[in-house]
Nanobody
Framework: QVHLVESGGGLVQAGGSLRLFCAAP????????MGWFGQAPGKEREFVAT????????YYADSVKGRFTISRDNAKNTVYLQMNSLKPEDTAVYYC?????????????????WGQGTQVTVSS
């Protein structure tokens, strides 16, 4: 059963932008904290950003602060990650996650729903 579906990844030059989408077909996560994680080749999956259930509170990894913006539209059951000023080191598979146990998430939340990921490749 698919709970989260990511899209919007692709190949972009350094300095460019991408917008990632995370949809939840057939299930609502409007009361859940949502997060984005990235896994670079040969590395462990790392926290990127999280947003609380209402969208009123967000938190970012230091490496993306000021460049990435997480947002959500609960009416559309969709979470977004706007990625600006991309760098080659941002290259990774990006995963969307939901913590259905807590409306106010953090990087340490026990995210219990995950998507399959979308590839982001930034060329120099």
């Amino acid at each position: 059963q698919v709970h989260l579906v990511e899209s919007g990844g692709g190949l972009v030059q350094a300095g460019g932008s991408l917008r990632l989408f995370c949809a939840a077909p057939g299930r609502t996560f409007s009361s859940s904290a949502m997060g984005w994680f990235g896994q670079a080749p040969g590395k462990e999956r790392e926290f990127v950003a999280t947003i609380c259930w209402s969208g009123g509170s967000t938190y970012y990894a230091d490496s993306v602060k000021g460049r990435f913006t997480i947002s959500r539209d609960n009416a559309k059951n969709t979470v977004y990650l706007q990625m600006n000023s991309l760098k080659p080191e941002d290259t990774a598979v990006y995963y969307c996650a939901a913590d259905s146990t807590n409306p106010y998430g953090s990087r340490y939340s026990p995210y219990n729903y995950w998507g399959q990921g979308t590839q982001v490749t930034v060329s120099s």
